[in-house]
């Protein structure tokens, strides 16, 4: 499956952005989706995940609350609200699919990625 991340901007302290990730090739069906982030210098962070039914999320500590992921498996989409954003939510974002498989984790597993789409946040 092939993932397109969009919707990345410059926002200042406080604002939201809603990203985007549109896949191709393949449905979502039976896939679970991930958002990460990566700032230079960084290791590549997880940030949320949605199980395949969408009934199930996870999110990272730093976003809990703030973030939220979602997804339209009609239309092969997934998105990922971020509220309150902060100067630390600078980084590229990157969309993730795995399959579906009763893993133990939230974090690992991902096969496919997107291109990333850059969040730039002012203080």
């Known amino acids: 499956v092939q993932l397109q991340a969009s919707g990345g901007g410059l926002v200042q302290a406080g604002g939201s952005l809603k990203l985007s990730c549109a896949a191709s090739?393949?449905?979502?069906?039976?896939?679970?989706l991930g958002w990460f982030r990566r700032t230079p210098g960084k290791e590549r962070e997880f940030v949320a995940a949605?199980?395949?039914?969408?009934?199930?999320?996870s999110y990272a500590d730093s976003v809990k609350g703030r973030f939220t992921i979602s997804r339209d498996n009609v239309k092969n989409t997934a998105f990922l609200q971020m509220n309150s954003l902060k100067p630390e939510d600078t980084a590229v974002y990157y969309c993730?699919?795995?399959?579906?498989?009763?893993?133990?984790?939230?974090?690992?597993?991902?096969?496919?990625w997107g291109q990333g789409t850059q969040v730039t946040v002012s203080s």
């Open positions: 993730a699919a795995r399959l579906s498989l009763p893993y133990s984790d939230y974090k690992s597993g991902y096969d496919f």
């Open positions: 949605i199980r395949l039914s969408g009934s199930t999320t």
């Open positions: 090739g393949r449905t979502f069906i039976g896939y679970d």
